[in-house]
């Protein structure tokens, strides 16, 4: 049998400790126990120091949270400051011009006038004579180869104003009958000038002039023109010229427009030729200006 000394006195020293007897598979066994107990114990403290590490990293970081929240100001003034985004401001559109209001000019009234008649004119008939006075007035000589050719221009000439006088003949039962008829009336919607001035003679030259300059262009031909050194009253016409319906029409607005101060006193229009139509005519006119009073 083995003596094992577990009370680590060396020999020859007594022990108060009775000594204690193991046998040989006894004494094995011990020896195997004593180094798995340290395992288990080792393990075991492996295991506390594994759970309580992530606690501690917990109240780390909770501390460090905090001291960051408490000094954040101080903090934020280390760290580098970022230029502000400056956005392009984009260049507004321009302003609208402002809107002008454009005042019309008031045409001529005798053109007015003319212009209106001459639509009136119906086919199978021609005007012997038209008098157009500058505040829409007319008087109207015509022959007529049709008796509702005739009535139609009556009716028509009625349709654009006042018809105040006219000489109808009754209707023929020959087919040949020619009709001679006089219309007096006055266009509506005509606004005439308050008061007209006489033009000084050399003014009324210098527009001859302007006027002759444009013969070939308008298509028509001056026969009377004003003189210098003449009077030239309410009842006379200093202009003539022959040509184009439409040539005339140019001619008075030349010597007319709209935004001018000139304007046509009286106008008369005869065809170019016994038996014409109205689309060549022969013209006689006398202007005058709108006063300044």
Known sequence: MMKINLSGDKEGKKSNKT?????ASEGATLKQKVPEELLA?????????????????????????????????????FLPKKSPVIQPVATPP?????????????PDPTFVAMSKIAGAVTPRLWLTSALIKYDGTYQVRGIAFSYKSMNDMVAALEGIGTVTAKTIPGQSKSPETVYQFSVDGNIAGIKPPEILDVIPTGDLVADARTAAAHEKEF????????????????????????????GLKKVISLLCPEDGKTRVF????????PGRTFDRVRASFSLKRVSAI
């Open 266 to 273: 009286s106008l008369t229009i005869v065809p170019s030729s």
């Open 41 to 77: 114990e080792e393990k075991n403290d492996q295991k506390s120091k594994k759970s309580s590490l992530p606690l501690l990293m917990v109240l780390l970081i909770v501390m460090i949270a905090a001291v960051v929240y408490l000094k954040r100001d101080f903090i934020v003034s």
């Open 19 to 23: 000594p204690v007897a193991f046998s």
């Open 94 to 106: 321009p302003a609208p011009p402002p809107k002008v209001e454009v005042v019309e000019a008031e």
């Open 219 to 246: 298509g028509i031909r001056f026969s009377r023109v004003p003189q210098a050194g003449r009077t030239y009253t309410d009842k006379d016409m200093p202009f003539t010229l022959e040509g184009p319906y439409e």
